[in-house]
T-cell receptor
């Protein structure tokens, strides 16, 4: 059973370019979360999605950032017109909410974005 | 919003030593997880422990939800235990499933 898969592992973009980060949740999981980690800090929540729905995007910057989780395919975090301050590790997590409401989240290996 | 505080911020151990890491949180929670972030940045699930005590090999954890804290015990530490240990909580607030993270305890185990 594959875990949460993120790609690419490393991404380098020049200022002003677009970054697209992909996340495939664990099999059977229908809830996806994106977090950002700056150097030597804890993770900060960005957005929570279910299939075709954004449930909570309170942690995502209003401009340049968007996320989707289509009916088919991976979840995408998109950053337009990247700036140096966007350099960080971006983690995706997934969880399964069954009858017992186990909300344990499992994380991918992250995408390390560097803006030059 | 809910605050998550971890202590100590840094810890240096000799191989074989035991340690206790603490996580305090300021409000009721649905969920609490402990993670280990290894030197390569990978996040590894250690415990899903909203309450009670669990053990997994040399690691164990206890959460006392009524007193709003959790403890992670590492016994007979090994160099591979090095890295950052994070506590993350899911606030008890409606249908929101997001995790709020502490700043972590950075552990170095020396041979």
């Amino acid at each position: 059973n594959a875990g949460v898969m993120q790609n690419p592992r490393h991404l380098v973009r020049r200022r002003g370019q677009e970054a697209r980060l992909r996340c495939s949740p664990m099999k059977g999981h229908s809830h996806v979360y994106w977090y950002r980690q700056l150097p030597e800090e804890g993770l900060k929540f960005m957005v929570y999605l279910q299939k075709e729905n954004i449930i909570d995007e309170s942690g995502m910057p209003k401009e340049r950032f968007s996320a989707e989780f289509p009916k088919e395919g991976p979840s995408i975090l998109r950053i337009q017109q990247v700036v140096r301050g966007d350099s960080a590790a971006y983690f995706c997590a997934s969880s399964q909410l069954g009858a017992g409401s186990n909300t344990e989240a499992f994380f991918g290996q992250g995408t390390r974005l560097t803006v030059v | 919003g809910i605050q998550v505080e971890q202590s100590p911020p840094d810890l240096i151990l000799q191989e074989g030593a035991n340690s206790t890491l603490r996580c305090n949180f300021s409000d009721s929670v649905n969920n609490l997880q402990w993670f280990h972030q290894n030197p390569w940045g990978q996040l590894i699930n250690l415990f899903y422990i909203p309450s009670g005590t669990k053990q997994n090999g040399r690691l164990s954890a206890t959460t006392v939800a009524t007193e709003r804290y959790s403890l992670l015990y590492i016994s007979s530490s090994q160099t591979t235990d090095s890295g950052v240990y994070f506590c993350a909580v899911e606030p008890f607030a409606g249908n929101n499933r997001k995790l709020i993270w502490g700043l972590g305890t950075s552990l170095a185990v020396n041979p």
